[in-house]
């Protein structure tokens, strides 16, 4: 927010430099990003005024720079389209040269009956030059333009630095004293504050000031909102409708009649520009102008339009939620389509500004309004941030109440408002106001301890302190014993109930008090006991291992949308979002799975092979409780087995066992035995290439290939893509207990066997009842080779295991290895008919 010290100086006494008041605000939790100087002497560094803020800027020369009068616009001999101005700077004539094209009304009429008051640069001043790109200094020098000798001139916004404006010289204000140094009279400093969203009560002249006196101890100079009324009253001429009080809280109208559009004084001007906010007209302004200085947006409607809208009758202001196909053109002439969740004002006719954000133009304010109806409202916050997102259309109402405006500051606004418009347009307020308050807020009241302030900033307050500091901000306090119970005042949502409470009101106990006068003290409560948390640890060991098998971990999004996750045929019930960002982040996601694929499709294009893996919850609904919310991990490959290289000239693309390798050795790291792959049935998987891994009875996840139908509905390429999802629940629920062992002292005996069985025996049936029969002495068992063919005959296969067996006190021997082997081949032939393979 772009705030002129000198509107602040309207409500509170400063006594202490631009820069001492920019390090009291920032220290104050209202961090003043830069000081941008207009006509205000700037600080000297060379003289030793050091400061923390970047400042730039222009001072005006007290000398050099000064209010002056034109009293007559003479046209100029040699050129039609520059005059001469007969000018008097408080101490002597002079003739000044200008082109500026908003005096050659004056040209030639003679003396005028009421000079104009200017801001005049002599000879020798620093300005910058008005008709150059930027902000170029230029000293003024004596110079013949058309054979009148020029050395001075009437400056317009740009070349004083106030604006970027130079189409036309500043006639100030007709009660400008000349003669007086321009910085005298209209000099000035603008703090760019960035205001935080728990300070947007802040965002205002008048929030600011009520910080200034608190933090300085000087008074606030609350603005007086009576003004005369008269005429008939408003009541029976409006009526407000609210449809919604949650969306709607309040909603204030006032009226003023036969107002006089014209230019707002220059004084207005002049502030609202150098507050970033363009000037249009003096009941704009009005508007403009009070929602900065008070911090209520105000809207100002064209009454008789409205009153043409009924048809003659008293006008019905209603505010609701926009129908289908509803459309508005905005105060932007943009023809916008609004959405369900888009509150309206509207009136019996049809939407006339889309509330909070920006009015119609239809019933805007033009040069032919005489009567205007000034509306103040409060409005939803989360729904106002909505609908500007939705619609890109930020402005300085949205930007307030999308922050969160109390509904107590519209009977202010408005009152504030039509004081202005009664000042500058000449019109005449009428009686009362409209006020339809459906749904006050609850100002909360907290209790504060003294040990409260001790333990969470370590200093010693008294009650009475405390009571004495939030005073100061205007909070309700009564002090009992070393209780002090507190009222949050009536123009504040940032404050809560209970713990948060006692929180939010010693946070501003500790900005009054100060947070540099907070002492370094070491924790004084004692630490809680360090306790691990396993299950936090188990998932790290989870990834360490998958990052060792080359698999990249992802992080996704658990917001989503059905229509994503429907892609692998996800069905059932989704946990919903009350106000989503984006209709394709409108629930929480059902499968970890499908979100990991999402990625793979971002990526399969873009490089030749993709190994992800995600662990993450999803979440499903549970009644009226929250959700449940199981961890799961997902596994995705696709592309090729490895990188293209000088010494790879055709890598094949992976296939179902490299998921499953990287599987048996994740599980094998995990030290999960008695592993069984079955096959699987899963409506995202490719039927014969899906399986599920089991530890006992208890289905640990399953993998496979995509369905290719599942696969048409990702843009994925050519390649197959692999994927699997685990339950972590079960995955750690089956990992073993198990004892570091040592290294064997004795060799071992190697040997291979080759059995041969049916074509529908799994080889993990064979390998189980291998490492069973074979007991303690088999160490290991391992498939490496699968033959099928004529010398072993149709439907069989041939399967050969090297197995290695030791003995953990001894060597063994010839006789005692054959004999296990012996032992395996005879229940290999028992159990499965298996023959050995000579």
């Not at 006494?13 to 002497?41: F, H, K, M, N, P």
């Not at 790290?540 to 971990?553: K, N």
């Not at 696969?711 to 570091?740: H, S, T």
Request: hydrophobic fraction near 40%.
């Amino acid at each position: 927010m772009k705030l002129p010290v000198s509107w602040l100086k309207d409500f509170v006494d400063i006594d202490i430099s631009v820069e001492g008041l920019a390090r009291t605000l920032t220290l104050a939790g209202l961090e003043v990003e830069e000081i941008r100087y207009v006509g205000w002497e700037m600080p000297n560094d060379q003289a030793g005024e050091k400061h923390e803020f970047k400042t730039y800027g222009l001072a005006w020369d007290r000398e050099k720079i000064v209010v002056a009068e034109i009293r007559e616009v003479m046209p100029h001999p040699n050129a039609d389209r520059l005059v001469l101005c007969d000018l008097f700077d408080g101490r002597q004539q002079h003739t000044v040269l200008t082109g500026a094209p908003n005096l050659f009304e004056y040209k030639g009429k003679g003396p005028l009956p009421s000079p104009l008051k200017v801001a005049y640069a002599k000879e020798g001043a620093r300005i910058y030059d008005g008709h150059k790109n930027g902000q170029v200094l230029v000293k003024l020098k004596r110079a013949k333009i058309r054979g009148v000798e020029s050395y001075s001139m009437v400056c317009s916004e740009k070349e004083l630095g106030i604006s970027d404006e130079h189409e036309g010289v500043i006639i100030l204000d007709a009660d400008a004293p000349t003669g007086t140094p321009l910085a005298d009279y209209m000099g000035d400093a603008v703090l760019d504050i960035d205001i935080l969203p728990n300070n947007a009560r802040n965002v205002n002249v008048l929030g600011v000031a009520r910080e200034v006196a608190a933090l300085t101890g000087k008074t606030l100079k609350k603005p007086d909102l009576e003004t005369p009324t008269g005429g008939d009253p408003i009541e029976g001429l409006v009526r407000i409708e609210i449809t919604d009080p949650e969306l709607n809280p309040r909603f204030v109208l006032g009226l003023i009649r036969d107002v006089e559009i014209r230019p707002s004084p220059y004084w207005v001007q002049r502030r609202l520009r150098l507050a970033g906010i363009r000037p249009i007209n003096c009941i704009v302004d009005a508007t403009n102008y009070a929602m900065i200085e008070i911090g209520e947006p105000l809207h100002a409607f064209d009454y008789d339009v409205l009153v043409q809208r009924a048809g003659g009758k008293p006008v019905t202001i209603i505010t609701r939620t926009a129908k289908p196909g509803e459309k508005l053109t905005t105060l932007d002439d943009v023809e916008r389509e609004l959405q369900p969740s888009n509150v309206l004002v509207c009136d019996a006719a049809g939407a006339l500004s889309i509330a909070g954000v920006m009015g119609g133009a239809e019933s805007e304010v033009t040069e032919s309004t005489r009567n205007v109806l000034l509306e103040g409202a409060a409005w939803n916050f989360i729904n106002i941030r909505r609908t500007t997102n939705a619609h890109n259309l930020p402005s300085e109402a949205s930007y307030r109440f999308s922050r969160g405006v109390h509904p107590a500051l519209a009977d202010d606004g408005v009152r504030r408002g039509l004081q202005w418009m009664a000042a500058w347009s000449g019109g005449n307020v009428a009686p009362d106001l409209v006020d339809n308050y459906p749904l006050p807020p609850k100002d909360p009241i907290v209790e504060v301890g003294e040990k409260d302030v001790q333990r969470l900033l370590g200093i010693q307050l008294s009650a009475q302190e405390m009571a004495d500091l939030l005073t100061r901000l205007e909070f309700e306090c009564q002090v009992k014993g070393k209780i002090v119970t507190v009222k949050t005042p009536p123009f504040r949502m940032d404050i809560g109930e209970g713990v948060v409470g006692v929180a939010d009101v010693i946070e501003e106990i500790a900005r009054l008090y100060g947070y540099d006068r907070i002492p370094e003290t070491r924790i004084a409560d004692q630490l809680p006991p360090q306790t691990g948390n396993p299950a936090h640890a188990w998932e790290e060991s989870l990834r360490d291992l998958l990052a060792t098998l080359g698999m990249q971990e992802v992080v996704t999004y658990r917001l989503t949308s059905p229509e994503s996750q429907d892609r692998i045929g996800v069905q059932g019930e989704y946990v919903k979002i009350a106000n989503p960002s984006t209709p394709e982040k409108r629930v929480l996601r059902r499968s970890l799975l499908a979100s990991v694929l999402e990625i793979v499709e971002r990526n399969a294009r873009l490089y030749p092979s993709l190994a992800f893996f995600e662990v993450g919850p999803v979440f499903a609904p549970n009644g009226d409780d929250l959700p449940d919310e199981p961890r799961k991990l997902a596994l995705t490959l696709t592309g090729r087995r490895s990188a293209p290289a000088w010494d790879v000239k055709d890598s094949p693309n992976m296939d179902f066992f490299d998921l499953k390798g990287r599987i048996e050795s994740l599980l094998a790291g995990l030290r999960l035995t008695d592993i069984a792959y079955t096959p699987g049935d899963h409506p995202a998987f490719h039927p014969g290439k899906c399986a599920e891994v089991r530890a006992g009875d208890e289905v640990l996840g399953v993998f496979g290939e995509l369905h290719p139908l599942v696969q048409e509905k990702y843009e994925f390429g050519d390649a197959p893509v692999l994927a699997a999802e685990f339950d972590l629940a079960a995955l750690r629920a089956a990992q073993p207990d198990y004892e570091i062992e040592p290294v064997p002292a004795f060799p071992p005996v190697l040997e291979d066997i080759a059995v041969i069985v049916d074509e529908s025996v799994p080889a993990a049936q064979v390998e189980a009842l291998i490492r069973q029969t074979g007991g303690r002495m088999l160490a290991e068992a391992r498939l490496f080779d699968v033959y099928r063919g004529k010398q072993i005959g149709a439907g069989k296969k041939s399967l050969a295991y090297a197995l290695t067996y030791q003995a953990p006190d001894r060597t063994l021997t010839d006789k005692e290895a054959a004999k296990l082997r012996n032992k395996i081949v005879r229940r290999l032939e028992q159990e499965i008919g298996a023959q050995l393979r000579g």
